[in-house]
């Protein structure tokens, strides 16, 4: 297994497919939000049949969805002030930097 990562490389990677992040980040987390209150009512059933994990793994859903809106608000607002700062030196004509 150690040599099946080496050896030439026979194709360049393909550009990232950029979308609607935020949004989709912000609506995942609601789902598992949602989801995770509509169990809440029947929380005995799942008990009693030991599937407890299912709301916990809703909530849990929920909680890094939090972090993940807080991660992709971060980098899009980054890539905003690199495009920003690359449309500002195009225009005042200074040399890019590599």
Do not use: N
Not at 15 to 24: A, Q, S
Not at 28 to 34: D, E, K, R, S
Not at 42 to 68: P, Q, R, S
Request: a negative charge; glycine letters at 14%; one cysteine or more.
């Amino acid at each position: 297994m150690a040599g099946f990562f080496t050896g030439p490389i026979k194709h360049e990677a393909p550009e990232p497919l950029e979308g609607p992040v935020v949004p989709t980040i912000v609506g995942g987390t609601i789902i598992w939000f949602v989801l995770f209150l509509v169990q809440l009512p029947f929380y005995g059933w799942f008990d009693d049949h030991g599937h407890t994990w299912w709301v916990w793994t809703c909530l849990a859903g929920g909680g890094l969805g939090l972090i993940g809106i807080w991660y992709v608000r971060g980098r899009d607002a980054a890539l905003k002030r690199a495009a920003a700062l690359e449309a500002e030196r195009e225009t005042s004509g200074e040399p890019q930097s590599p």
